[in-house]
C-alpha cells in the first residue's frame, strides 16, 4: 500500500492568513492526487484534483501543487468557512489510501 | 446533478452482516466512465477506503477487508451494495459512498453521499 503522510496534523491560524498542507507519497504517484475538506458531521468535498485542478465552485484562494512524492495545498488567505479538516488522497493505485488529515483551527 | 445517498441499519450485533445500499439520482449508472465507491470513518479518525466495483464489473477491495467484503450494483435500480460480514465494534464507523471518475486526469471521489452512522454491539 502507499502510505501519504500529511503534515501538520493540526494547525492554528487567523482569518487572512496564508497556510500550507503538505502531503508525502510513500512512492511516486504522478499526479494521482487530491485534496478534501472535510467539516463535522458531513461528508468531504474535494477541492483540487490531478495534484492542482481546482473543482468547479472552489474559491481560487485554495490551490495545489506537486508531483511525484511532495504534494501542497494552500489557502491564500483563510476565511472563516476554511476551518475544517484536510485530507490528501492518491489514486495512482489500489487501495487509495488517505492521508491522516490536518485539522485547521482558529488562533 | 448527481446525487448519491446511503441507506440501510445502524444498529448492528457482533458476527452479523453489515448491507448497505447507495441510490444514485440525477444521473445514470449504465452510461459508464465511473466506479462507485465505498469509503468508511471510524469516529473521530481518519478515512478508510473499502473498495469499488467499476461499470465493466470488476471490483477492488482494500486487502485489510478483502476477506469479509463483497460490492454489487444493480444498475436497473441506480444502485449499488456493500456487503461486510462478521462484524465487530472495529466496525463501526460512518459509511460512504462516493463516485470515481476512470480518467485519472478527472480525479478520485468527485461526488459522495452524506453517510451513514453504523453501530456494531452486542
Known amino acids: 500500500d502507499i502510505q501519504m503522510t500529511q503534515s501538520p496534523s493540526s494547525l492554528s491560524a487567523s482569518v487572512g492568513d496564508r497556510v500550507t498542507i503538505t502531503c508525502r507519497a510513500s512512492q511516486g504517484i504522478r499526479n494521482d492526487l487530491g485534496w478534501y475538506q472535510q467539516k463535522p458531521g458531513k461528508a468531504p468535498k474535494r477541492l483540487i484534483y490531478a495534484a492542482s485542478g481546482l473543482q468547479s465552485g472552489v474559491p481560487s484562494r485554495f490551490s495545489g501543487s506537486g508531483s511525484g512524492t511532495e504534494f501542497t495545498l494552500t489557502i491564500s488567505s483563510l476565511q472563516p468557512e476554511d476551518f475544517a479538516t484536510y485530507y490528501c488522497l492518491q489514486y495512482y493505485s489500489y487501495p487509495r489510501t488517505f492521508g491522516q488529515g490536518t485539522k485547521l483551527e482558529i488562533k | 446533478q448527481v446525487q448519491l445517498q446511503e441507506s440501510g441499519p445502524g444498529l448492528l450485533k457482533p458476527s452479523q452482516t453489515l448491507s448497505l445500499t447507495c441510490t444514485v439520482s440525477?444521473?445514470?449508472?449504465?452510461?459508464?466512465?465511473?466506479?462507485w465507491n465505498w469509503i468508511r470513518q471510524h469516529p473521530g479518525r481518519g478515512l478508510e477506503w473499502i473498495g469499488n466495483i467499476h461499470h465493466s464489473g470488476s471490483t477492488y477491495y482494500n486487502p485489510s477487508l478483502k476477506s469479509r467484503v463483497t460490492i454489487s450494483v444493480d444498475t436497473s435500480k441506480k444502485q449499488f451494495s456493500l456487503s461486510l460480514s462478521a462484524v465487530t465494534a472495529a466496525d463501526t464507523a460512518i459509511y460512504f459512498c462516493?463516485?470515481?471518475?476512470?480518467?485519472?486526469?478527472?480525479?478520485?471521489?468527485?461526488?459522495w453521499g452524506q453517510g451513514t452512522r453504523v453501530t456494531v454491539s452486542s
Open positions: 440525477g444521473g445514470s449508472m449504465s452510461s459508464g466512465g465511473y466506479s
Open positions: 462516493a463516485r470515481e471518475p476512470e480518467m485519472p486526469a478527472a480525479g478520485a471521489f468527485d461526488i
